[in-house]
């Protein structure tokens, strides 16, 4: 059976979680990847045959998205000419992670796609959502990356074909440690605004990784690190807590490992916006933005000794034996 595994590049969650996925898709099958997108620091240990820089979102330093650079990246023919010329018809079976490509492409050919993703999770309406309305945001979640059947990962089984999240070996297989320091990682924020948010709660080491810094520096107790992999993994591991974006991976570790969580939602993402109103639900605290005004909530978390473990099983092989057993039973 020839498989292909189309998964989105932009950011680095989606990444993770193919890491593990990936693997368990290799035992039913010939695995070919396409990987679509940008801003993503971490890679696949398989080399993806297929590689495209999508349609992507880029983060601003303000909270939010940069929507002169999003603009600007990203073309519509190119990505046009892309799914005319995209040989979906060759693979059995299409597993698709938000990757809106493959998912255009099987639509118009009238191919049959499978949609494993924790955007795919979102589109229930068991799980938790945030309170204002956010109608764009719900549409280009439907439509980015259109699919057959969605099968979604969320921070608990909200629904039917909804599981726990997929967390990376590298991350179970790591025995957690509490070194006292902070890790943070909020992408759609400058370094300048997260120094001096931060920089008011003092005897705190706060170790911060950046997406606009090249290189390392410290001010005060708080260190800037530009993105790695393995310092991250170092850092989360070995943190009293961890505060960043409501994206659905890093919290997932988190939450995991044990570690005190307190997320703030990027400016505009419907998806973040949800993600912080299902942490909530579980007793998360979630920052609207990060501003000075904030600095007591900041400190108060600190300061507390709420922590909330969750018991994430190692089910990636099961879930992924499940649903080819399903979905090979539909005629293609």
Known sequence: ?????????????????AMDV??????????????????VEISLSQIPKYRSPGVSFYFGKRGGINLSKTFMKNSTLRF????????????????????????????????????????????????????????????????YAPVSQNYGFHFDAFDTDIYTPVVRKCIRDVKPT???????????????????????????????????????????????VPIHNDLFIESITSAQGVLCGAGFETPAESLYLGKKLMVIPMEGQYEQHCNAAALRKLG?????????????????????????????????????????????????
């Open 284 to 332: 998360i605290p979630v920052l609207k933005k990060l501003k000075l005004k904030k600095v007591n909530k900041i400190q108060d978390w600190v300061q507390s000794d709420m922590v909330l473990q969750m018991d994430y099983p190692d089910e990636t092989e099961a879930i992924v034996t499940r649903i080819i057993e399903k979905e090979m039973g539909y005629e293609r």
């Open 178 to 224: 509490n070194k006292g320091h902070y890790t943070v990682y909020l992408p759609a924020y400058s370094d300048e605004k997260i120094i001096k948010v931060l920089s008011q709660i003092k005897g705190i080491q706060w170790q911060v990784f950046s997406k606009h810094s090249s290189k390392a520096y410290h001010i005060d107790d708080i260190s800037i």
């Open 22 to 39: 990936g693997p368990a898709l290799e035992k039913h099958g010939e695995v070919d990847y396409l990987v679509s997108g940008a801003q």
């Open 1 to 17: 059976m020839r498989i292909l595994y189309a998964i989105q590049g932009t950011g680095n969650g989606h990444i993770s979680r």
């Open 80 to 143: 046009y000419k892309e799914i005319n010329d995209f040989p979906i018809d060759q693979y059995d079976l299409v597993i698709n992670d938000f990757e809106p490509i493959t998912a255009w492409a099987a639509r118009k050919r009238g191919r049959r796609t499978v949609g494993l993703s924790h955007q795919g999770a979102l589109l229930s309406d068991k799980c938790p959502k945030p309170e204002s309305r956010d109608i764009v945001g719900k549409m280009i979640l439907k439509n």
